[in-house]
């Protein structure tokens, strides 16, 4: 499992992409104030969470949006 939990400082938005065992895991981010948007790609089988300040939300393999 993975924990996504990013700190862009003064970025607005990145897009990343970094390896994982069984794959790639691909996040691109959009902040807005305290809010930010989330679009992660997760591999085949691999679970995780995603936190930003202080909320969270469970990921799942394949493709999902997070807003929080």
Do not use: C, M
């Not at 065992?21 to 691999?46: C, E, F, H, M, T």
């Amino acid at each position: 499992s993975v924990i996504i939990e990013p700190s862009l400082g003064r970025l607005e938005n990145l897009e990343v992409e970094f390896p994982h065992p069984k794959g790639i895991i691909k996040v691109s981010y959009i902040k807005s104030g305290n809010r930010i948007k989330a679009k992660v790609k997760l591999p085949k089988d691999v679970k995780g969470v995603f936190k930003w300040k202080g909320k969270s939300t469970k990921l799942v393999a394949g493709e999902q949006n997070i807003s929080l």
